[in-house]
């Protein structure tokens, strides 16, 4: 079990944390910000615990130099109405600088303050020691609410975790929970849905989940190569050729391992990637060779809504079909009524499911919506993540509270 904020006495301490503000921006201004409202519970509870509170993100892809269309001057600008409060931001082309430090020694209990993109520095995506000591030098708690770059091994995401306490906020460790219990206490019957374009991208996925599911849907652009493997005509549907075997080699070990499989048993077919395409419903096996498909078709909804009614746990990692043409989105929105209306503990994956149950108004049904599309599919895998694997599990042995007395004390000097 990992240490989270409740674990640890956060008031007077400048506590840096690790949020996940990569939120798109249109003319200055943000157009989703759920990422930014899913941490909020726990920047106002350092808030009220009278923290200090020193808030890391990256946006976008600078490519490790300063570049203004990357600022998170709009994030800090939208943070502050959302808290109510004003937040400090000083936007330094080296993230970390005397004019940042002195705001942070600045700081009164119970303030907030946002640092520069952390990838306008090329060390944050190589976690290099100078940047992570940099960082960790304006804080003396470190607390990751990143799960969206938990997999990945970055300065602001692991690499302060060696200098300073870390523990978890509240949305990595409800993350956690959620995935975590789906994975290795489900209850029974557990449902996994996958879909998406490629079968080569969730490969590990699809081998880690027929350990662990009574049943397993493929749905959406993956499920073609699966009829390939099974000698289907697929017409000019999409196909990950590379994978057409290992689809075959996952449906014969399926059966070994006693997991129900369920593949569409129609497709909608559209003439042209357009919504306004000419389109029709045809079986599994009997796609004309001049169409493609684009959706699950009505008797496939049928089949899969009923495996997710009779679930307990169910998880759902890509969509149906082309949900964003409003034509074929009909397979997408009712795979998530169906998860919607179920009685079972319902865990969206991130990405594109999480997009998708959003736009047909139906976040507020599911159980738990991952904020982290990648991060996601890795725990998935059985992968450790890194962001999570640095935080502090809720033992910690002598030399470690000695450890951070050392840090506390040398702090104190500076």
Not at 25 to 51: C, E, F, N, S, V
Not at 59 to 81: F, I, Q, S, W
Not at 125 to 132: K, L, M, P, W
Not at 245 to 273: N, T
Request: glycine share 8%.
């Amino acid at each position: 079990m990992k240490k989270t904020i409740e674990h640890i006495d956060v008031k007077g301490m400048k506590v840096l944390v690790r949020c996940d503000f990569n939120v798109p921006i249109k003319d200055g201004k943000i157009t989703d910000d759920t990422r930014m409202t899913a941490a909020l519970p726990t920047i106002q509870y350092l808030i009220d615990h009278d923290a200090k509170v020193i808030i890391m993100s990256h946006l976008g892809r600078p490519k490790g130099k300063p570049d203004m269309e990357y600022t998170l001057k709009p994030v800090a600008d939208h943070l502050a109405e959302l808290l109510g409060k004003d937040v400090v931001f000083i936007s330094s082309p080296t993230v970390v600088d005397d004019k940042v430090r002195a705001a942070v020694d600045d700081l009164k209990e119970g303030d907030v303050m946002l640092l520069e993109n952390v990838r306008f520095r090329p060390e944050e995506t190589e976690n290099t020691f100078d940047f992570s000591s940099e960082l960790a030098s304006l804080g003396q708690i470190f607390v990751n609410d990143a799960f969206g770059t938990a997999h990945r091994a970055h300065c602001s995401t692991a690499g302060v975790a060696g200098y300073l306490p870390t523990v978890s906020g509240y949305l990595i460790d409800k993350e956690v929970k959620y995935l975590g219990e789906a994975l290795e206490r489900p209850q029974r019957p557990f449902v996994a849905i996958m879909g998406g374009a490629k079968v080569g991208d969730k490969i590990s996925v699809i081998e880690n989940l027929l350990n662990k599911v009574d049943t397993l849907i493929i749905g959406g652009g993956m499920a073609y190569t699966f009829f390939k493997a099974l000698g289907y005509e697929i017409g000019q549907s999409i196909l990950d050729e590379e994978h057409i075997e290992l689809a075959g080699s996952l449906l014969e070990k399926a059966k070994e391992k006693k997991v129900q499989l369920l593949l569409p048993e129609d497709v909608v077919c559209a003439k042209e990637f357009d919504n306004d395409s000419e389109s029709a419903v045809f079986s599994k096996d009997s796609i004309p060779a001049d169409m493609m498909g684009m959706d699950i078709g009505p008797e496939t909804v049928k089949l899969f809504s009923e495996a997710i009614a009779n679930a307990k746990t169910i998880v759902w990692n890509g969509p149906m079909g082309v949900f964003e043409m409003p034509n074929f989105a009909v397979g997408t929105r009712k795979v998530a009524e169906a998860l919607a209306a179920s009685e079972a503990t319902t865990v969206i994956g991130g990405g594109d499911s999480a997009a998708a149950v959003t736009q047909f108004g139906l976040a507020d049904k599911m159980s738990h919506i991952s904020t982290g599309g990648g991060a996601s599919l890795e725990f998935l895998e059985g992968k450790v993540l890194p962001g999570i694997a640095a935080i502090d599990n809720l033992e910690h042995t002598d030399e470690n509270v000695e450890l951070y007395k050392h840090i506390y004390a040398a702090q104190d000097k500076n």
